[in-house]
């Protein structure tokens, strides 16, 4: 479906809320790629996007994991990270060595790169596949903007069984926040809960401030649409009663009047 913001005045008010990014460009990016993004179906999950990308990149396109050391974050490599990124991710100093998990054609592990720090041999090769790009033999390809916003909309609209199953049904990332289950929201992506109070402030703010900026001809399209379904279950709702009390011979006579 898309959500068509004023991108401008979205970004305004968010600054004017006392929140801020390293990235503002991107952030605009972001709000360009969601104008028709046909995985986000409402503001929640617009909202959720971005909150999620908040906490993970900053709203960085082109972050990837440990950038930093390597000089100023969110500035891509020519052709692999600096020798202190490369030893930290060799490292299994409280975590795992990415190394010993899979390299691709180039030689690199799947460490966290884009929007949302897709990570893991198994991520880069679905993902990848879901948004028709080779990610598992070029894991840079995630670092290009466009991919990098596919991955993200893409993994959190991609549906989950087990745990996350509500009713029997499985549910996706949006499905869950929009349920108002955001534990299991951040869960889905992170595996955990870390930054969990973090991005459910901005899941918060941004459903505001994407709420006041939507484009007036969206806004008409929501309220046409929501007035649309109305009209229609109306209809159904009239047509069956009037067959039932029709079958009944329940229905009144009615009268013209006399000038008829």
């Known amino acids: 479906m898309g959500i068509v913001v ?3 005045n979205a970004i305004e008010e968010y600054k004017k ?6 990235f503002e460009n991107s ?11 046909i995985n986000l179906e409402s503001v929640s999950d617009l909202a959720y996007l971005l909150a999620t990308a908040k906490v993970e990149s900053d709203y960085s396109l082109q972050r990837w994991e440990s950038d930093y050391q390597c000089g100023k974050a969110g500035v891509p490599y020519k052709d692999a990270p ?4 490369l030893d ?11 190394y ?3 390299t691709d054609m180039k030689g690199l592990p799947y460490f966290g790169r884009g929007l949302i720090q897709l990570t893991g041999e198994g991520n880069y090769d679905k993902y990848g596949k879901l948004i028709g790009v080779d990610l598992l033999n070029n894991g840079d390809k995630a670092l290009i903007p466009k991919n990098s916003y596919k991955i993200a909309s893409i993994f959190l609209s991609n549906k989950r069984g087990g745990i996350y199953k509500k009713n029997g049904e499985k549910q996706n990332t949006f499905d869950l926040a929009r349920l108002g289950d955001l534990t299991l929201a951040r869960k889905s992506v992170n595996g955990g809960t870390n930054g969990l109070n973090e991005i459910n402030k901005y899941y918060e703010l941004w459903k505001k401030v994407i709420e006041n900026n939507l484009d007036s001809k969206k806004k008409n399209k929501i309220v046409l649409g929501v007035l649309g379904i109305g009209i229609v279950v109306l ?4 047509t069956i009663t009037f067959i039932y009390l029709k079958k009944k011979g329940k229905l009144p006579n009615f009268k013209l009047p006399s000038f008829f």
């Open 88 to 98: 930290y991710y060799r490292s299994s100093d409280g975590k795992r060595n990415y």
């Open 27 to 37: 952030l605009r990016q972001v709000l360009e790629f969601a104008k028709d993004d």
């Open 82 to 85: 600096c020798q202190k990124a």
């Open 17 to 22: 809320s006392g929140k801020k990014t390293a």
């Open 100 to 102: 010993n998990m899979g």
């Open 6 to 8: 004023n991108i401008d």
């Open 235 to 238: 209809l159904v709702a009239g």
